[in-house]
């Protein structure tokens, strides 16, 4: 439903980049011809009301139990206010790490045992700390309902990570969807797609 405009607007707004002829370094290593920071879309009005009414939407539809939205840190802390904010929900966030002074609190924010919460992200790559986070809610009492995001890369291990956690994941779009529209955008080559399309297949040896 939305996983085209979406990608369009990523990319309009320079949030998604796409370079496979001169790729970036991630800091695992891995070769990428993406770079993806969805942090740049707060700063247009437009579109981060676009993907703030978007993330509500889909929240509703796919996690209509929850009582309550937590963000993830950082990047997922504004996209999860403002969806709370257009829900009329609580709202909580969740530190990569507790707190080393103060109450040395990971969760920030009132937890009712037991309440559903829907968990915002605004990216997931392998899902590894998307899921400490969902790890987090639920050792503090909370019952997660599931995780959304802004964008995937849809990688098969963050698949797999979901399901063996029992945690329900949905995104706005995903690496497909943004393949989609710079094909019909005629933005590069058959061979620079073959190659962006090859990327997701096997990140860790692309461009070796």
């Known amino acids: 439903m939305y996983a ?49 009414d978007a993330l509500a939407d889909a929240l509703k539809t796919a996690y209509p139990t929850a009582g309550a939205v937590a963000g993830v840190a950082t990047a997922g802390i504004p996209q999860g206010a403002l969806v709370a904010e257009r829900l009329a929900l609580p709202f909580l966030y969740v530190r990569s790490a507790a707190k080393q002074h103060g109450r040395g609190n990971q969760v920030e924010g009132r937890i009712v045992p037991g309440q559903p919460v829907a968990v915002i992200e605004d990216l ?62 005629g933005m590069f080559s058959a061979d620079d797609l073959a190659s962006l399309a090859a990327w997701r297949q096997s990140p860790a040896t692309w461009g070796i």
């Open 4 to 52: 085209e405009a979406i990608a369009r607007l990523l990319l309009e707004t320079g949030a998604v980049i796409l370079r496979p002829q001169a790729p970036f370094t991630w800091a695992s290593g891995w070769r990428s011809p993406i770079y993806c920071d969805n942090r740049l879309v707060l700063s247009y009005p437009a579109a981060r009301k676009q993907v703030a």
């Open 124 to 185: 997931v790559s392998t899902g590894g700390s998307s899921l400490a986070a969902c790890q987090a809610l639920a050792t503090e009492g909370a019952q997660v309902a599931g995780m959304l995001c802004v964008f995937t890369y849809g990688f098969a291990q963050a698949t797999e990570a979901f399901d063996q956690a029992g945690v329900p994941f949905s995104s706005l779009s995903d690496y497909d969807a943004l393949l989609r529209v710079a094909q019909a955008q």
